[in-house]
């Protein structure tokens, strides 16, 4: 491997200054037309020469191009900057903003396993999307298709798909997971469980997939007791978000309602043990944890839920089933 810089690794100057071009729209107004350095800083409504000094800094670093003195053009690099899905997750007067700068609470976060965020935002990261309804919706985007793509509904379970009648998709977001689940299986009728602000949104993604016939919508927390009944309880990339107690909360209440005969499925929160893992922006922003098998069998314990198969499937996804105890 080559030489480790550590300044480099340290390099703060980057990363800012690509947010501060995003959150400006620098390659929406180039790709408009205007693209000299006065009248980008007076459309985008900031200081020319200092804008002047971000974008050629970009520049060094490979975004942007000054094809002749105080005239900038969009590369391949800089025409990233004009997807809406990484907007929303660059923006630092939007969501980006808030996971910018919750980055900075790392120090604290690591001092004592608990999430510095309030001691930013002035609340928990769950309270502040609720406060600030715009900011509420930027997540639900950045969480579905417009900031991950559409999700993959393959996955396979124990006995297969054929005797499965109903699936409750547990803090399902706006219905993008759901609504591949029931384009692929169409005889399966679902259910999409979240707080009333995001389910509210989801109508548009279940008609435009051809699917809002077969899906309920629930409006709550997954705290409170859920619908009972259905044959799977659906929890992707949900767990990774939550400390241990608020785990073992989640999926006591999915045990609860999957009694006598339902499971419990849950996606990319868990993975193989003996896997080196990284810092992730859910533990920064929310104190949550991405599991080992071995230490999700012991929540799962907790909630009076038995770990019945556990692995990696070719399409990527560790796939972890329980049947209520």
């Not at 080559?2 to 800012?16: C, F, G, I, N």
Request: aromatic share 6%; charged share 20%; net charge negative.
């Amino acid at each position: 491997m080559p030489p480790v810089d550590l300044w480099q690794l340290a390099d703060l100057q980057t990363p800012w200054c690509l947010l501060t071009a995003a959150t400006l729209r620098i390659a929406n107004h180039i790709d408009a037309g205007i693209t000299h350095i006065d009248d980008l800083a007076a459309a985008a409504h900031c200081d020319p020469f200092v804008l002047h000094r971000l974008l050629e800094t970009l520049i060094e670093k490979g975004v942007f191009e000054q094809p002749e003195p105080g005239r900038f053009a969009l590369n391949e690099a800089a025409r990233g900057l004009l997807n809406p899905g990484m907007l929303l997750g660059l923006d630092l007067d939007g969501f980006g903003g808030r996971m910018a700068h919750a980055w900075g609470t790392m120090l604290q976060y690591v001092r004592t396993g608990k999430s510095a965020y309030p001691e930013v935002f002035g609340c928990s990261f769950w309270e502040d999307l609720d406060a600030h309804p715009a900011i509420g919706a930027q997540f639900d985007a950045v969480i579905g298709p417009q900031g991950h793509g559409t999700p993959n509904p393959h996955f396979d379970i124990t006995g297969g798909w054929a005797s499965i009648q109903t699936v409750t998709d547990l803090g399902g977001g706006t219905g993008a997971m759901l609504a591949e689940i029931l384009r692929a299986h169409p005889h399966v009728h679902g259910t999409l469980l979240d707080v009333p602000r995001t389910v509210a949104r989801a109508p548009e993604i279940l008609e435009a997939a051809g699917v809002a016939d077969r899906a309920t919508l629930a409006g709550q927390s997954f705290f409170d007791p859920l619908p009972p009944g259905a044959d799977i309880y659906l929890l992707r990339g949900i767990l990774n978000d939550w400390p241990d107690a608020e785990t073992v909360a989640i999926l006591t209440r999915a045990a609860e309602a999957a009694r006598p005969n339902g499971r419990v499925v849950v996606l990319k929160s868990v993975g193989p043990s003996g896997v080196p893992r990284g810092i992730s922006i859910e533990m920064v922003l929310l104190a949550g944890k991405h599991r080992t098998i071995d230490e999700f069998r012991d929540l799962a314990a907790q909630a009076k839920l038995e770990v019945v198969s556990a692995g990696r499937q070719p399409n990527g996804y560790y796939v972890v089933e329980c049947r209520p105890l």
